[in-house]
């Protein structure tokens, strides 16, 4: 079975086009008309990957990728809009899409930016297993996390930075990796945000953070998760 993509798309005419060109590429597409449908598709279908238009009538494409983050549902999120101007890519971004694409585009960038984007996509199995290392315990799916069995208060950047690190546990992974994978290629983070959120993951997840056993520093290249 293709990787299962969620195409929320008012306009017709594109929602059909895109639908038969994804499908011809492989991947299984479900496709919604307005933004209730898609949020309630998208929180109740287990999708690998969510298209979603901005400019949808009743609830906007924002508010769509507001309430899954809301709702915990981590499936990456790619935005396509008519608006081009940077702040609109920075509201997107921030709201917790993982890509943004103005309309128009050519298919071909369109197909190079999903595949991209599912490749990236941690396995089903650790977005839905409970993982543990150490005295830790991470929910994947609640997006919750425990050591020593209180919970731990993790923003929702360090959540899906600790997700990309078990995802790719053991591989050294350097910090555009980190940035392009976490915040999405088009977000406004440095480098330094990344040793910021790192530093931020130790000091609430490692015994002792100016020794860290997990989440380790590989001079020169960037970070790696060992458990």
């Known amino acids: 079975m293709g990787r299962r993509i969620l195409l929320v798309e008012d306009e017709s005419g594109l929602r059909l086009t895109l639908t038969h060109r994804l499908a011809d590429e492989g991947y299984e597409v479900e496709a919604a008309r307005d933004g209730e449908e898609g949020l309630r598709r998208a929180i109740d279908g287990s999708f690998d ?13 924002f508010d769509v990728c507001r309430e899954l983050r809301r709702s915990a549902v981590a499936t990456p999120v790619l935005i396509l ?3 081009g101007e940077v702040v609109d890519r920075v509201v997107g971004l ?17 197909l190079a930016r999903v595949e991209v ?3 990236r996509r941690p396995e089903t199995a650790v977005q839905t297993a409970v993982y ?7 929910d994947m799916r609640a997006a919750e996390v425990r ?3 209180r919970p731990v208060e993790l923003s929702a950047k360090e959540f899906r930075l600790l997700q990309f690190f078990i995802a790719h546990r053991g591989s050294t992974l350097g ?8 915040w999405g290629r088009d977000a406004v983070p440095t480098a330094r945000t990344v040793d910021v959120h790192v530093a931020w993951l130790r000091r609430k997840l490692e015994e002792d953070a100016r020794r860290p056993r997990f989440i380790l520093t590989v001079h020169g290249l960037g970070y790696k998760f060992v458990s």
């Open 49 to 61: 990957l969510v298209i979603l238009d901005v400019m949808l009538p009743g609830m906007s494409g």
């Open 81 to 83: 809009t008519a608006r």
């Open 94 to 110: 921030k709201l917790g899409a993982d890509d943004y694409l103005t309309k128009p585009f050519e298919m071909a960038e369109l």
């Open 117 to 119: 984007r599912l490749r």
């Open 132 to 138: 543990r290392f150490g005295s830790v315990e991470v």
């Open 147 to 149: 050591r020593d069995g």
């Open 175 to 182: 910090r555009d990796e980190l940035l392009d994978g976490v």
